[in-house]
């Protein structure tokens, strides 16, 4: 568990054991799912977001299309995403589902496809372009690609963590395969099989130790976070997050 998960769970701890030594909790209510015990305490659990809307949860200055976003703004598959310092925004198109951090700017593209309907590439995601900033995110199971200052990284039905510089990239398959590439070197390419975290990446312009694309830590992201992600869009992460979907105030 990390500090911060720590800093957020002792108060539920301490209020928890203070419901049961005042006798509120009944012995009966002891065997209610610890789930159906923290929704209770804490708020509804996230479930999967409504048909027609776009954003679960904002914060700070959130631009879409140059304009300043609400909770009722439509993201579509060609919108350009935008959010300012102390920001973040987290947000549904389609199948596909994202946490954009502060200070990060992502410009999507639509599938298109003969025959494809207007309302259906509408929302079908094809091409992203993070021209900076950090964006974590989860797909369905067409094919996607996301481009960074130094990078292309194609994805197949994939959870990826993703942050972006002028000079270098951090990319972790958080699971899925992803193709990494590096711009400044088509052929220097690395195909990531992972099944939890198993290979973060860095991909520079320049190349270290003779390569362009060398082991990276995990940071930044957790699977509490891929989870809420998956479950906007009606699935699951493909490992088990031990404590499930906790409805909490934190900093995304």
């Known amino acids: 568990m990390t500090t911060r998960d720590s800093e957020i769970d002792n108060p539920r701890r301490k209020l928890l054991v203070g419901l049961l030594t005042s006798g509120m909790f009944t012995a009966g209510s002891l065997l209610l799912p610890c789930r159906t015990v923290q929704a209770d305490l804490l708020g509804k659990i996230p479930t999967q977001l409504a048909a027609g809307r776009s954003i679960y949860k ?13 909770m009722n703004t439509f993201i579509s598959a060609t919108a350009r995403v935008e959010t300012g310092a102390n920001s973040y925004l987290i947000f549904v198109v389609g199948k596909d ?3 954009l951090r502060s200070n990060s700017s992502l410009q999507l593209s639509a599938q298109d496809e003969p025959g494809m309907s207007e309302k259906i590439k509408e929302t079908s995601v ?6 900076s900033g950090k964006l974590l995110s989860v797909f369905g199971k067409r094919q996607h ?11 197949r039905g994939t959870g990826v963590y993703i942050e972006s510089d002028a000079e270098e990239s951090y990319v972790c398959t958080c699971y899925g395969t992803a193709d990494l590439s590096a711009n400044s070197a088509p052929g220097n390419t690395e195909t990531i099989i992972s099944t939890h975290h198993s290979a973060p ?15 990276a830590p995990f940071k930044n992201h957790d699977d509490d976070e891929l989870l809420l992600i998956e479950t906007l869009v009606g699935r699951s992460t493909p490992f088990a997050v031990p404590d499930g979907l906790r409805s909490r105030s934190r900093r995304y």
């Open 58 to 70: 904002m914060a700070g200055q959130v631009l879409v299309n140059g304009q300043m976003a609400n």
């Open 201 to 215: 990446r860095y991909i520079s312009s320049t190349s270290v130790s003779g390569k362009l694309i060398h082991p």
């Open 145 to 155: 690609s996301i481009t960074t200052a130094v990078a292309t990284i194609g994805i």
């Open 126 to 131: 094809s091409v992203m372009r993070l021209v």
């Open 97 to 99: 589902s994202f946490i």
